[in-house]
């Protein structure tokens, strides 16, 4: 089948054939087999595990690399576009999910499990049997005091320095993309940057903050309902942050090769919506982890 082009909008582009995702399976497997063993204490698992991450980082890297290629040779038209625009809302769509479970669980142990160990409503029995005494309170780490006492993370110093991070980076990467739009190559170059120092620094911090929480304040993976939620929070929109700022180092490179024009440059809308979208999550974080 012959490949179109992108001026031709009557034919999808479709790659005769890719190596890529079969060798991202056996990347993935060896990243896999190698972290299972290691945490099995197996000699050789940590070796595989970084053989798998290093196999993966290659994969990534050619794929992306050939789908660069494929945009610059103009194979993609305005039906193709399209498609990526939607996978794109759809992507952000499952990651609105997937936080707003988690936000679920949080609301959960607060509003309903804690009340109910205390003996409120249905868990009256609950209480006077197994409980007794226990008064409920947020944040905690249950009636049983799993993990020992702990301190929380006061909102008012690293976390509210990272919010402003994240707001001064969203405004950044919106200035980035007017300067494109608008042909500024320069500005674009010094604002998108500016973004990826501001995403290197909020993790810098959120890393200083998990040192600081593990030694001084004994807030831990095992310290209750309250160290669960907190890291399993924060911890999955740090990795959102790695993956974002991944990204946008990526497209500052594109950019600065020229790959992008006023009218196609949909992979920097993409990123940038992506990081909105990781920005929002911080606030809603911010407000219901650290405040509340």
Known sequence: MAQAHATDSHHYFVPHSSRWPFLGSIALFTTMVGLASWFNEVSWGKPV???????????????????IRESIKGNYNKQVDTSFRMGMVWFIFSEVMFFAAFFGALFYARQYALPWLSGEGDGVMTNSLLWGGYTAGWPTNGPAGVGGHFQTVPAWGLPLLNTLILLSSGVTVTIAHHALKAG?????????????????????????????????????????????????????????????????????????????????????EAVAWYWHFVDVVWLGLFLFVYVL
């Open 184 to 268: 500024h190559r320069k500005a674009l170059l010094i604002f998108l940057g500016a973004t990826v120092l501001l995403g290197a620094l909020f993790l810098y911090f959120q890393g200083t903050e998990y040192i600081e929480a593990y030694k001084h304040l004994n807030l831990t993976l095992g310290s209750g309902i309250y160290g669960s939620t907190f890291f399993m929070l924060t911890g999955f929109h740090g990795a959102h942050v790695t993956l974002g700022t991944i990204m946008l180092a990526i497209i500052w490179f594109r950019c600065a090769k020229g790959h992008f024009n006023k009218e196609h440059h949909f992979a920097f």
């Open 49 to 67: 595990f970084f053989t798998g991450i290093a196999l993966m980082c290659g994969v990534l890297f050619g794929w992306f690399g050939d789908v």
